[in-house]
């Protein structure tokens, strides 16, 4: 028997995209019932609007309160659904049976939530559907479950919720903590959205990968120090999902990534 689903969709300013989200979400088969709820934080344009012309269940809270963690769990608290979904008004679904692909994972009782990726632990591309545990999750810290486009057990949310002190890599601390406990995060391509931040501004770029390295520090308490040689030997012999190591060395964006990454470990050092 299939699960009740909720999606649950972290929105601001987002008039521009959340339209083309929730028809997609709309027109997932076998899931007219999927109840949807948007949790707007301070919106100044059409974004409330048009989730009610959608019918999705609209919760607003303060912008000066917003965390990530914290806007999810303002959702998650509405919901009530075996599975939810945590989506970005901006993650389109690439077909009609995306969600279906995603909530089956569920029909493993261990696996915690699930997700899609292009790329494995290691950098190379991802052509099956992967168990992450818990040694993988401690190796490779930075890669994994993610809520930009996830799905996780409702009946585990309830036990550990999102934690709202982080700055970033709330989805990754979740993970971990179920992973530590014998769970597993599925992590497949087949449960790709079209998501994509590779051509958002340098200091947006710089901002996301400077949050995200942040809160990892706060949960790998034996981090590895990373100093500015690494950074250089980084940035110098990674090629990453770029075609070619030319590529990647020339891409600006990528180096405004590393520098944001490099800033967020070493400010979590300090603090």
């Known amino acids: 028997m299939r699960p009740k689903v909720s999606v649950v969709i972290r929105a601001k300013d987002e008039a521009a995209a959340i339209g083309r989200t929730l028809r997609l979400l709309g027109e997932q088969e076998g899931f007219a019932d999927a109840e949807v709820i948007v949790v707007d934080s301070g919106s100044s344009d059409r974004t409330r609007e048009i989730a009610q012309e959608h019918g999705a269940r609209l919760i607003e ?3 000066e309160s917003f965390s990530f963690g914290g806007a999810l769990n303002a959702g998650s608290r509405e919901a009530g659904s075996d599975v939810l979904v945590a989506l970005s008004a901006h993650a389109y679904p690439p077909d009609s049976t995306w969600l279906a692909r995603l909530v089956a994972g569920f029909d493993n009782p261990w696996v915690a939530c699930a997700c ?25 810290p ?11 057990r409702a009946e585990l949310w309830r036990q550990h919720q999102w934690r709202e002190d982080m700055p970033g890599a709330e989805d990754k601390e979740w993970a971990l903590h179920w992973l530590e406990r014998g769970y597993v995060a599925l992590i497949a391509p087949a449960l790709c959205v079209d998501h994509d931040h590779s051509h958002d501004p340098l200091r947006d770029q710089y901002q996301r990968a400077r949050r995200e390295w942040e809160g990892i520090a706060m949960i790998v308490n034996d981090l590895p ?5 690494d950074l250089l030997a980084e940035w110098w012999s990674e090629r990453g999902s770029y075609r070619s190591r030319a590529r990647a060395l020339l891409s600006h964006r990528r180096a405004a990534r590393l520098l944001g990454a490099y800033s967020g470990r070493r400010r979590a050092r300090r603090g």
């Open 61 to 63: 809270i303060a912008p």
């Open 116 to 140: 899609g990726q292009s790329h494995g632990p290691n950098g190379d591309p991802l052509i099956a559907p992967f168990l992450q545990d818990h040694d993988v999750a401690r190796r490779y």
């Open 142 to 152: 930075g890669w994994g479950y993610s809520n930009a486009a996830g799905a996780f």
């Open 225 to 229: 120090a990373y100093s500015s040689g």
